[in-house]
């Protein structure tokens, strides 16, 4: 039999192990064939096999909202280059640690991308590096200045609510609290709970008997310490997928403006769509971002046609993601040394 197209669609029991995993992470088998009436075992087969051929993966979020504010004072960019260069700055900037999303729009010479950086730094990629590279025609960047919705909560709409409320990941009592220095999720933490995060990271459905092996703690430690985050809501995982394989072909980022009494409603209206994974209010003139899937661009229209109707939206911008060229899962370190950015 030939293998399974990387772009074909999954099928609908798949599809709902996938919106199973968005509810829980470490969801095992077994609760999971409870829930969506399907056996055990060929939920445990079916859970080996997108994991093994790469079609799912599960990871702690990289953006588990931390206090203060989640992704608050990380920088969109949106950079126009002229079109011959396009790989070529779209490689530099993936090389880079701090620039872990990159989108290539259907445009052919516009490239989208986030920046980590701290709030109100100059940072030396916007400020520098990129206005001097002759390949860059236009640059606007755009701080966030708040989160309304995450990628990590965003919820592949093919099961009941019934369902999803029975999937939701279990909250025991929470046990003593962790004290150390601020972890990457903004609470305080110590060197346990570090390590098993860190573990964690790439591959958030390891067991407990794994982790103890991996990071040298007890077993009994590590149940408990697991148990301990999921009651505070700080394990939070994320399902990656080609939204592809989930019917969802078309990706479109939204740039809004929207007036600043109605921005607030207008943020939480979007984060409630079902089709929008993520979105933010942003400096600059376009002063809410989203981004949405969608099955067709019928349904794209009559997101912009219907659903925007009433925000208070005064102007909208659309681009249709061509090429996802970079989706980091993992946490972002200082920025190693990287190549330079071409100057021609």
């Known amino acids: 039999m030939a293998r399974e197209s990387a772009s074909s669609v999954l099928s609908l029991p798949d599809q709902r192990l996938v919106a199973a995993l968005q509810c829980d992470g470490r969801l095992t088998a077994e609760r999971a064939a409870q829930v969506l009436g399907l056996g055990a075992a060929a939920v445990r087969r079916r859970l080996q096999a997108l994991g093994a051929d790469g079609t799912v993966r599960v990871v702690i979020s990289p953006v588990a909202r931390p206090r203060n504010g989640g992704s608050a004072g990380a920088l969109f960019l949106r950079i126009r280059v002229l079109r011959g260069k396009l790989d070529t700055i779209v490689a530099a900037l993936a ?178 769509h079902p089709s929008v994974h993520g979105a933010f209010a942003t400096s600059g003139p376009s002063n809410l971002h989203a981004a949405a899937y969608f099955p067709d661009l019928t349904a794209l229209y009559g997101f912009l046609s219907r659903d925007l109707v009433g925000l208070g939206i005064t102007h909208v911008e659309t681009a249709i993601v061509g090429h996802a060229a970079k989706r980091t899962p993992l946490p972002v370190p200082p920025a190693p040394p990287v190549p330079s950015l071409p100057t021609g």
């Open 95 to 272: 090389a880079r640690e701090d620039i872990p999303f990159i989108d290539v729009t259907t445009s052919g010479d516009e490239v989208f991308a986030v920046a980590r950086t701290e709030p109100g730094s100059r940072d030396h990629l916007v400020f520098r590096r990129l206005p001097s590279t002759q390949a860059v025609t236009s640059l606007e960047s755009a701080t966030i200045l708040h989160v309304f919705r995450l990628t990590s909560e965003w919820r592949h709409q093919v099961l009941t609510a019934a369902e999803r409320e029975a999937l939701r990941a279990a909250e025991p009592a929470p046990g003593p609290a962790a004290s150390g220095a601020p972890g990457p999720y903004g609470v305080e933490t110590d060197a346990v709970e570090c390590s098993l995060i860190d573990a964690l990271t790439p591959d958030a459905r390891l067991s407990a008997v794994a982790l103890a092996a991996r990071t040298g703690h007890p077993e009994s430690t590590v149940r408990r310490r697991l148990a301990h985050m999921a009651a505070q809501g700080r394990l939070v995982t994320q399902v990656l997928v080609d939204p592809r394989r989930l019917g969802l072909s078309i990706e479109a980022k939204f740039l809004l403006q929207v007036a600043p009494d109605h921005l607030a409603s207008a943020g939480q209206a979007l984060a409630d």
